[in-house]
């Protein structure tokens, strides 16, 4: 029988909006946690207002909180900061993305709010962190991209710099902002304390440059864009089949030699200048031009029926209408199921964390609306409705 989720019974504060905060708490919130988002009245995180949407919905928004709950607290006004602190002392957790100073200036700060609760585990996601001469610039995640040095080697040589298709630079803000409030509660475990946790998203860019910083200490060079390919194995990118493109992964020596036989080439296995990973990868000019027209003689169903049989990592280009009619997306429940009440049945992206302990559900909660769960929590913390209507006339929530 399978347990609960790993996270069940912790409780999060989230004070983010938009993208790296909140795809962070929603990590934790698929792992069990409570999340309550607090947002400012009447407007809401901006990403309630993002495309694109459906019915009125924004499914920008519904993808990355649904499941979590919502309250209205204007913290520019001492009533709301009164609130909020009285809800840290009963919360795990406060996680937030801010310009750094923001809290501080709101008197709400890590080291005011361990005072209220020395168990708090605070974790703050920036553009360029807490510390350091550029602390307080505001970034975007095509920011990060560029001066974390991602954009400088994404492209095609010669060409202009690109942007990766996805929001990496607010993402891998929040992957590792979830890895350190994980690391954090295994701590307090032993400890009894909290701590705050500081991540930048040009940070992360540069946590994830991956062999670029090793290859220029070995070289003295900026690695450039190379377009789809590796820069250290060959054969490894894209190919033109005689139907569309696909991808080729030959890791090694003898993976090359079992292409070459598959494709009755042995001419290319006995060639010296593709002989070895390091030749092909010098000669991979020379190569392409015995390679594309040799790609372009099949579909990519008919490389891939033979490239199975052999064992040639492999990979058809999918687009996202692949994606969500892919058996084994659909297998592994990456596709799950939200209810909305104007949008209807919408797909969001799974949890990619499989563990035996708990069952991995299709389906998720819905989205909260802006405040639906204000009157709940400030009725637990003993306001009476009185109190809580003339907060509401006040502005405070």
Known sequence: MKSSKPLEGLKVLDMTRVLAGPYATMILSDLGAEVLKVEMPGTGDDSRHFGPFK?????????????????????????????????????????????????????????ELKKINPGLIYAAASGYGHSGPESKKPAYDILAQAEGGLMGITGWPGEAPVRVGCSIGDITAGLFASIGILAALHQRNATGLGQKIDVAMLDCQVAILENALARYQATGENPEPLGNRHPTITPFQAYQAKDDWFVVAMGNDNLWKTFCTATERPDLAEDPRFATNPARTENLEALNALMDPLMAERTVQEWSELFSEVGIPHARINKVEQIMKSPQVIARNMLASVEDSLAGTVQVAGNPVKMSGFEDSTERPP?????????????????SQEAIQALQDQGVI
């Not at 928004?61 to 009533?79: A, P, Q, V, W, Y």
């Not at 009164?82 to 310009?99: G, H, P, Q, S, T």
């Not at 989205?367 to 306001?383: A, K, Q, S």
Request: aromatic share 8%.
């Open 55 to 111: 019915n009125g919905r924004s499914l920008y928004f519904l993808s990355i909180n649904r499941g979590k709950h919502s309250m209205t607290l204007n913290l520019k006004t001492d009533e709301g900061k009164d609130i909020l602190r009285k809800l840290v002392a009963r919360y795990d957790m406060v996680v937030e993305n801010f310009r750094p100073g923001v809290m501080e200036k709101l008197g709400l700060g890590y080291e």
């Open 367 to 383: 989205l909260p609306e802006l405040g639906e769960h204000t009157r709940d929590v400030l009725t637990g913390l003993g306001y």
